[in-house]
């Protein structure tokens, strides 16, 4: 008796959603009801979307046949413009980007890469270095006339 009255006690709805096992037929009625009345929506909102475009296009379609040829060169001048002044604002942000990391750079900042530049002009610096002598010894070979291989 005690182990009767140590146990939870769950009420008819918990134990329904707990195992699994349907849910009362109210419920699903509510649900069936209220699908029925959304999808119903829908369908009829798409039904006059799909109307309205149909017939747009059908009043639509000789005006622009009349008036393609002025059209299109419009929206062609209106594309290169726009992308005109994409690029030019693109190329704006990108110099003063750039002009603020060499600023950076300059005044001591080590923005980043300023590792990678310095290893690059070190190598630079080392082979241009090891061409300047292969240079003078090529020229001191040509002038005395030995070659050294």
């Given at each position: 008796?005690?182990?009767y009255?140590?146990?939870?006690?769950?009420?008819?709805?918990?134990l329904?959603?707990?195992t699994?096992?349907q849910?009362p037929?109210?419920h699903?009625m509510v649900?069936?009801?209220?699908?029925v009345?959304?999808?119903?929506?829908l369908?009829?909102?798409?039904?006059?979307?799909?109307a309205?475009t149909v017939?747009a296009?059908t009043v639509?379609t000789p005006l622009?046949?009349i008036f393609?040829p002025v059209?299109?060169?419009?929206?062609?001048t209106?594309f290169?413009?726009f992308?005109?002044f994409?690029?030019?604002g693109?190329?704006?942000?990108?110099?003063?980007?750039?002009?603020?990391?060499?600023?950076?750079?300059v005044?001591?900042?080590?923005?980043?890469?300023?590792d990678?530049?310095?290893?690059?002009?070190?190598r630079?610096?080392?082979?241009?270095?090891?061409?300047?002598?292969r240079?003078?010894?090529f020229?001191?070979?040509?002038?005395?006339?030995?070659?050294?291989?």
């Amino acid at each position: 008796m005690a182990d009767y009255y140590a146990q939870p006690q769950h009420t008819q709805h918990q134990l329904l959603h707990s195992t699994g096992q349907q849910q009362p037929r109210s419920h699903q009625m509510v649900k069936a009801a209220t699908a029925v009345t959304a999808g119903g929506s829908l369908l009829l909102l798409s039904g006059l979307t799909l109307a309205a475009t149909v017939i747009a296009l059908t009043v639509a379609t000789p005006l622009l046949v009349i008036f393609s040829p002025v059209i299109v060169p419009a929206v062609v001048t209106m594309f290169l413009l726009f992308s005109g002044f994409l690029a030019s604002g693109g190329f704006g942000v990108a110099s003063i980007s750039v002009l603020s990391w060499i600023y950076r750079y300059v005044t001591g900042k080590r923005p980043p890469g300023a590792d990678q530049l310095d290893h690059a002009r070190h190598r630079l610096a080392t082979k241009a270095g090891e061409m300047k002598d292969r240079a003078q010894e090529f020229g001191q070979q040509h002038v005395t006339g030995t070659l050294h291989t």
